[in-house]
């Protein structure tokens, strides 16, 4: 690796507002306009503030045009930010920039230039997940396979990963070909892509690979693309996916200014296709590379910074770097050992009331999760205590059933050969048109080549189908070709409104007459306020269809659940991180899995969770955790093990703290040789190091509420105790109460002052034994 490039002295002019405030490290990567350079941006350094002055800078010193620099992006939300801040620097100097926006974005954009060199019209629909899967069972059920057994889910995730490696159905080798329904995987998806052509259609995939395909095979296209774009930014490299490199390696082959941010250690896509060998590699693809890094830390106190670089060091892919911050003071991370699920979610939302009492803000309060499942507990504290909390991943908004079928209707209306949205809506709101109806539909389609609409037509004219379904599909077409003419004089957010009271959806929720008809016809009038920003239907589907992310913010205060992957990007004043045990976090299934390149992941993952914390940082393990439906113990997470002493204050209830586990985990003669064993709720040891951290047992140190511990054998097999029910108990905290159920060695009391309680056997004493 070429060393890190020495800052440059400021210059002696007064710097232009846009370079004003960076530092020197961000205006070195500023003023490196030519030729390959590698921004090394650490978490909070301030890398978008880099790259806008850096594209500022580009059309303010007129070395580009704003036409003829390429500015790629991950999110929507990340190229409106960089499109606004560069426009707060130059005004009316930075209008136009027509080729900043997302991969997706900018390939929808050049793929309607080029579209008919892979056999599409300009004017081609890009499908959604839900559409792709009717398409895909529909293809499985022709080829006379058992659709259970081959779910189309699955075949639709592996032509999604084929088509992020850059694979079409011809690259496929046997392996891949074996991968579904023993050898018919390639079959099937060229079938696919033929039909997504019969349909004038592509899903999100298609988008990138016809591209990379197009730029290939029709080299004056490159060339053209060479003579266009002068230079090339990217943001986020760490997660390009194959073809996404590829399709960035063929257009920096013209000037050669490519300028790529990202940090290896904050590469946590693999499962969607991100390679993290991208950005490890920059310098082999491009020599000469400049190599900057951004190592100032702008959000975090020192010992947050502290604790996820020494975490971080343990990973063995990665260029090196050390994020420092000149801010002082701030407390420790804090290490947290419980007992159980309940117990964590029980000191989490504590420490939540508590920082609330003290003026903090709910929505600057984080609880990061390494899966889903583990918000549940947190979800019925909060709802117990009323803390309010939002839940970030449940259903986007385009993602409702009333927003697909308003979508598919104006599809079809933009697009009469879109089969997949008349599908959707032939009998929606209920016509009379059948399975029998469409079965028919679709075979007389298939014997006259006509799109699904236009048989249907055809069909209704002929004597094939019953009278009544006849006319009623003749309406329908009749319906389609007034809303086609509308089309021309209304805006979209009017025609929606029409077409949603003239074909009776409006009707038929008013109908319905329950409060979940009313939210969705809700749903649908801020469908159509959306649809106002939008000048034509055709602008305002390709948005819809490009869109990722679900910007409408919550103004009400509340505490933020999440997982850490969803957190990317984000940062908050209080974080709390549960659930770090071996087999959660890292995940067990992550390194059966993948190896030693998913430990370095979740590595990584950690390292996120760690660096999105402004303020405070707090860190829980349990000793025990319901995971779908059985109870696990467990010991603590490697990566605590990892964390800088120095850095961090230990609460935990293993013997010896922090200090025994680094111990432990180093003494293996081969670091990774627990990957390969079995999981520890099995009782079955997986090295020399995890022995003596299983041998070492658990202090009988008191925890806050009075309770004792135990080594990690009486958490496998709890000792009984013959409480029966009806007995009269004392506990610590809730005093005295009556036993009115037993599981186990878990009761259920109802305690005289604080009602039903869920305590264990060890943690009461039996009145009349010296209560």
């Known amino acids: 690796m070429n060393p890190s490039l020495p800052i440059p002295a400021p210059a002696s002019d007064p710097a232009p507002a846009y370079a004003a405030r960076l530092n020197p ?58 499109r606004e801040r560069v426009a707060a620097h130059l005004g009316s100097a930075a209008e136009g920039l027509p080729w900043l926006g997302t991969f997706h974005a900018i390939c929808a954009k050049m793929l309607r230039r080029h579209a008919e060199l892979v056999g599409l019209q300009p004017n081609y629909t890009i499908i959604d997940t839900d559409d792709q899967l009717r398409l895909l069972k529909a293809l499985i059920i022709e080829a006379d396979l058992d659709e259970k057994r081959w779910p189309a889910r699955q075949l639709a995730g592996l032509i999604d990963r084929w088509k992020n490696r850059g694979l079409a159905p011809d690259d496929l080798d046997a392996i891949e070909n074996e991968a579904f329904a023993n050898g018919k995987g390639a079959a099937l998806y060229a079938r696919y892509q033929e039909r997504l052509r019969s349909l004038n259609a592509c899903d999100f995939g298609d988008l990138m690979l016809h591209m990379l395909t197009i730029l290939r095979q029709h080299r004056d296209i490159l060339a053209d693309y060479h003579r266009r774009f002068r230079y090339i930014m990217v943001d986020e490299y760490q997660d390009t996916n194959t073809v996404q490199y590829l399709w960035l390696r063929l257009l920096a082959q013209g000037h050669g200014n490519i300028c790529v941010v990202g940090d290896d250690d ?21 020599p000469g590379a400049q190599v900057i890094r951004l190592e100032q830390n702008y959000r ?74 583990q918000t549940r507990e947190f979800e019925d504290r909060f709802i117990q205590t009323g803390i309010n909390y939002r839940i970030i991943g449940g259903f986007r908004f385009y993602e409702r059933a009333e927003i697909r079928d308003a979508l598919a209707y104006l599809r079809l209306i933009a697009q009469p050969q879109d089969d997949l949205a008349f599908e959707r809506i032939h009998n929606v709101p209920r016509r009379g048109l059948g399975a029998k109806a469409l079965e028919a539909m679709h075979a007389h389609a298939r014997r006259t080549g006509l799109p699904l609409a236009a048989a249907a037509l055809q069909l209704a004219d002929s004597d094939a189908l019953p009278k009544r379904a006849a006319a009623t599909i003749a309406a329908l077409m009749r319906q389609f070709l007034h809303w086609r003419q509308q089309a021309e004089v209304l805006s979209p957010a009017d ?110 993952l950690a390292y996120v969770a760690i660096t999105r914390a402004r303020r405070h940082c707090t860190i829980l393990h349990a000793a025990n955790r319901r995971i779908y439906g059985q109870w696990v113990s467990s010991i603590p997470s490697r990566f605590i093990a990892e964390l800088p002493e120095e850095h961090i204050t230990s609460q935990t209830t293993l013997s010896g703290g922090v200090s025994l586990w680094r111990a432990s985990w180093r003494a293996q003669e081969d670091p990774f040789a627990h990957v390969a064993a079995t999981r520890p ?67 259920t009391i109802r305690f005289e002052e604080v009602g039903d ?9 039996l009145l009349g034994e010296g209560a």
């Open 25 to 82: 490290a961000q205006r070195a990567a500023v003023l490196a306009t030519e030729g390959p350079v590698l921004m090394l941006a650490g978490a909070g350094t301030g890398k978008t503030a880099a790259l806008t002055a850096r594209l500022a800078h580009l059309v303010a010193t007129r070395r580009a045009f704003p036409s003829q620099i390429l500015c790629v992006t991950f999110t929507n939300k990340a190229a409106r930010e960089m």
């Open 266 to 286: 904050q590469s946590i896509y693999s499962w969607r296709g991100a390679e993290v060998a991208n950005i490890l590699r920059f310098e082999k693809d491009f």
């Open 681 to 747: 709720e099995r009782g079955e040891a997986r090295g020399p190091g995890w022995q003596r951290a299983l041998a070492s047992g658990y202090d009988k140190r008191p925890s806050r509420l009075g309770e004792t511990t135990r080594s990690p054998a009486s958490i496998a097999a709890p000792a009984r105790r013959d409480i029966a029910i009806g007995a009269m108990v004392a506990h610590a905290k809730f005093g005295r109460g009556c036993v009115i159920d037993q599981e186990g060695n878990r009761l």
């Open 757 to 765: 309680k869920r305590v264990l056997d060890s943690f009461v004493t």
């Open 300 to 373: 975090s106190t020192p010992h947050i910074l502290g604790a996820a670089s020494g975490l971080i060091r343990a990973n063995s892919q990665r260029h090196d770097k050390t994020l420092w911050t000149e801010l002082s003071g701030g407390d420790k991370v804090k290490v947290i050992g419980v007992w159980d699920a309940p117990e964590e979610a029980r000191r989490v939302g504590e420490a939540i009331e508590r920082l609330e009492r003290e003026g903090a803000a709910l929505n600057q309060i984080a609880i990061l999760v390494r899966a889903q499942y």
């Open 495 to 604: 025609l929606l409104r029409l077409v949603l009271d003239e074909s009776g959806y409006n009707a038929m929720l008013a109908a319905e007459r329950t409060p979940e008809s009313a939210g969705r016809a809700e749903n649908l009038a801020e469908l159509a306020r959306a649809m106002e920003e939008y000048q034509s239907l055709g602008d305002f589907l390709e948005h819809v269809s490009l869109v990722m992310d679900n910007d409408r913010a919550d103004a009400e205060d509340m505490v933020t659940i999440m997982t850490i992957h969803a957190a990317k990007g984000l940062e908050f004043d209080h974080v709390f991180l549960p659930g770090w045990e071996e087999g959660v976090f890292p995940s067990q299934r992550a390194i059966d899995e993948g190896g030693l390149a998913s430990l370095e992941e979740e590595r990584r």
